[in-house]
Every structure is written in C-alpha cells, then in structure tokens.
C-alpha cells in the first residue's frame, strides 16, 4: 500500500489542524492505520492508531484528550483531528499501515507515509 499524507503547516498554540493520509490500492480496510511523528534530533514515536473498522482507537499519552483519528473506508483515507496543539507537538507527522497491530508501544509497521510537517509556533 501506499500512503500520501497531507495537511502539515504552521499553526499557533492552541490552534488545531487535521492532517489525512491517503492510500493506494483497494485493500485500504484491511490495514490498521496510524500517524507516528518525529521531532528533530528525537526517535518517531507512536501518536494514534485505528482498527480495520474504526471502532478501536488508540493514543499515546501526550495526545490524549486532544487528537482525534479517524478513517473512512469508502475514501481510503485516514486523519488525525489534533486540537489544543502545543510547542512539543510540532514534528513531521507519518502516516503508517500495518495488517496487524500488537500494541502501541510494540507496533511494528510495514508501510509509511512520506511525512507531513507540523510547526508549531508560540
């Protein structure tokens, strides 16, 4: 599969933005879909992650309460809805898809996305 993420830009604190990623390919609801990020000079790390059918989501900590993902099946696509954005959630943002997902501090991912910027200013 592959993955176009799109809807990065520059915000302030406290703004919100919605990030999607889109996939190629019909298969689209076979796969668990996430968005990891990455800030410069620290490891990516797991943001959110959505079940085949969008009825289980899961979130890192830091983004609980304030990021929302999403998919739509019919669109091939997924979002991620981040609201009451802060200085330390500015990154390049991935989107990821995996046929299986084990945990989210374990999910082990096939097929990324080629990166959304996300800058955050005060």
């Known amino acids: 599969v592959q993955l176009q993420a799109s809807g990065g830009g520059l915000v302030q604190a406290g703004d919100s933005l919605r990030l999607s990623c ?4 019909r298969t689209f609801s ?14 990516r790390e797991f943001v959110a ?3 085949y059918s969008g009825l289980l989501t899961y979130y890192a ?17 997924v979002y991620l809805q981040m ?8 990154a390049v943002y991935y989107c990821a898809a995996d046929r299986l997902f084990e945990s989210a501090s374990s999910w082990r991912v096939n ?5 959304t910027q996300v800058t955050v200013s005060s």
């Open 30 to 43: 076979t796969y668990v879909m996430g968005w990891f990020r990455q800030a410069p000079g620290k490891e």
């Open 22 to 25: 889109t996939a190629s390919g």
């Open 83 to 90: 609201k009451s954005l802060k200085l330390e959630d500015a």
């Open 61 to 77: 900590d830091s983004v609980k309460g304030r990021f929302t993902i999403s998919r739509d099946n019919a669109k091939n696509t």
């Open 111 to 115: 097929n990324w996305g080629q990166g």
């Open 49 to 51: 992650a959505i079940s």
